[in-house]
């Protein structure tokens, strides 16, 4: 998906050979003519950067075309020297491969997140992948007026699924659609989180934007630390292993007779309102059985104006799930580690892990 290279400028037109040849006296002449005129363009270009950026020598280095705002507009880019930053870099590379992977079967390859993201469609097939959903919006867009509004339609989408863990502030269709390197990085850091992708994302990385605004017709910046990524565990990946992990990785065996155990556990609660679980892996995603079991565990029925009897969407059935982890609280369990998104979005450990510590509690309940 890289943008083909620039073509080469033509050549300048070579002199005539009838032209008249330059004296010895006229060359040294010509050359001091080009370096005086040199002199003059360099203390032209030290003025304009003094006027532009008044009172700071140490200006960042900015393409020229940085300079070419509007009134009262503002322009952002990754200082030059951040883009060479270690963790920077891994962090680019892990993403890329992560769609990489997850867009394998589309045949897509991304090699630049800023050029290959920018008009909606990577993106579009890749929220189509985590949440199993096919998204209205048309699959090749040319103008950059249908680019945008393909954009705006996605972004919409991935700011519903997110349910607010990042402030959406932080992209928006004009900075991602203008391939601005570090509201793309906090849009797929934010979806790695919220989809639990099996990756392991570099820590603390923090790169420096310098931050372009023209006032009064005066440029001016600064730079600001802009963070991308936190500590491990608030990428939402878990820092210890635990049961679960020694039996998904070394026993599917005994996996399936801890399923067998727990499905026999929770159906003997449920058979009482006629409900039968036959798959764990499905069945508990939208926070349904989970909040009717709850109710039988503890011996009370479940208002119903409290919860989603048949969740629509991804919203209705994360409320669901909190509302249940809400009644395991009250009951004196712990918070669960998992996130209620985790169930929703089928991540079979965390729900094992959720079902499990019902059980422990409540296995001898009649």
């Not at 996996?255 to 039968?276: A, D, P, R, W, Y």
């Not at 764990?280 to 939208?286: C, M």
Request: with cysteine.
């Amino acid at each position: 998906m890289s943008s083909p290279s620039r073509p080469k400028s033509p050549h300048g037109v070579a002199q005539k050979k009838d032209d008249k040849e330059e004296s010895f006296w006229d060359k040294i002449g010509t050359l001091g003519r080009k370096k005086k005129i040199k002199e003059v363009q360099e203390v032209q270009e030290e003025g304009k950067n003094a006027i532009d950026s008044p009172g700071n020598p140490m200006a960042p280095s900015l393409p020229p075309e940085e300079y070419a705002l509007e009134e009262n507009e503002e322009r952002s880019m990754v200082e030059p020297k951040s883009m060479e930053d270690i963790k920077l870099k891994a962090l680019i590379a892990v993403l890329v491969d992560w769609i990489n992977d997850e867009l394998a079967e589309h045949r897509m390859i991304v090699q630049n997140v800023d050029e290959d993201l920018y008009d909606g469609q990577v993106l579009q097939k890749l929220l189509e992948k985590l949440t199993g959903q096919k998204l209205d919006v048309p699959e090749v867009t040319q103008s950059e007026e249908n680019q945008k509004q393909k954009l705006r339609t996605v972004l919409a989408y991935a700011n519903r699924v997110r349910l607010g863990r990042t402030s959406p502030a932080r992209w928006s269709v004009e900075s991602i659609h203008s391939k601005t390197l570090v509201s793309i990085l906090h849009l797929l850091v934010s979806l790695a989180r919220q989809f639990r992708a099996p990756i392991r994302l570099p820590e603390n990385v923090v790169v420096n934007v310098v931050v372009v605004t023209k006032k009064d017709g005066v440029l001016s910046h600064r730079i600001v630390a802009e963070e991308i990524t936190s500590t491990y565990d608030d990428l939402g990946v878990r820092c210890e292993r635990d049961a679960f992990d020694t039996l998904f990785d070394h026993a599917p065996d005994k996996l399936q007779v801890v399923k067998k155990s727990l499905v026999t556990f929770v159906n003997k609660q449920l058979n009482k309102i006629h409900l039968e679980v036959t798959d764990l892996d499905t069945q508990f995603h939208d926070g349904v059985f989970l909040t009717l079991l709850m109710g039988m565990l503890e011996g009370y029925f479940v208002p119903l104006h409290e919860f989603f009897l048949t969740p629509k969407d991804f919203d209705q059935k994360v409320h669901n799930v909190a509302f249940a982890f809400e009644l395991m609280q009250d009951s004196g369990l712990p918070k669960p580690k998992a996130r209620p998104e985790d169930i929703v979005n089928l991540d079979l450990k965390s729900t094992l892990r959720v079902l499990y510590n019902l059980f422990t509690k409540y296995k001898h309940v009649n």
